[in-house]
């Protein structure tokens, strides 16, 4: 595991990683400097490496590529706060939450929607860059999955790292990444970084 600041052009043309999946973080992004950060921006935007953004991961991708990414609202007086320790008085999604798949792509593979996944955020991409396209969505949050049109790089507002039994559909979305990154780089499921 990198933090954004000590990913390199060098370091990643040395490593040669067949797959990258970017978590994100409760800090906001103006406490750091993860979008100006050089190495990082080459990473994302122009290393061609399969890449997954999961929450914040996908928030940063989307600014990146000239997206917008805000606050969700405010509670209302009859919503229950759901993670009251989380930015307090804001709407989240928080747990199993279902997401309606809104596209046909391979991450989707065998799975049928509504998917339910883990979700943990108060975040929101409210305007998709031009370069992608939306995959699924939520009631509440419209932009939950998306896909560049032309890189093989994907974001999922919800976490498809976090396993909840009963609910395997993050895996299956996971499963099916890496299985788009094997056929994508030619690279064996069992190299890692």
């Given amino acids: 595991m990198l933090n954004h600041s000590q990913v390199s052009r060098a370091f990643i043309e040395e490593v040669r990683p067949w797959a ?5 973080k409760s ?3 103006e406490h750091y400097d993860v979008l100006e950060h050089e190495g990082y921006r080459w990473l994302v935007m122009r290393s061609g490496i399969p890449q997954i953004g999961f929450c914040g991961g996908k928030n940063i991708i989307v600014e990146m590529f000239g997206g917008a990414v ?3 609202r405010p509670l209302r007086p009859d919503d229950p706060d759901l993670a009251p320790q989380y930015r307090p008085g804001w709407f989240k999604e928080w747990g199993v939450w279902p997401v309606e798949i809104v596209a046909d792509d391979p991450l989707f593979a065998g799975l049928t929607s509504p998917i339910r996944v883990w979700e943990m955020h108060c975040g ?3 305007r998709v860059p031009d370069d ?5 969505s939520s009631a509440d949050c419209r ?7 032309e890189l093989p790089l994907y974001g999922t ?3 498809p790292e976090k396993r909840q039994e009963g609910y395997p559909d993050g895996f299956r979305v996971l499963a099916n990444f890496f299985a788009i990154a094997r056929e994508r780089t030619g690279r064996p499921p069992q190299s890692t970084v």
């Fill in 20 to 24: 990258i999946c970017h978590s994100g």
């Fill in 27 to 29: 800090t906001p992004f």
């Fill in 70 to 72: 805000e606050r969700m």
């Fill in 124 to 126: 929101e991409t409210v």
């Fill in 132 to 136: 992608f396209r939306l995959l699924a």
């Fill in 143 to 149: 932009v939950q999955a998306i896909v560049h049109r």
């Fill in 157 to 159: 507002q919800f976490h």
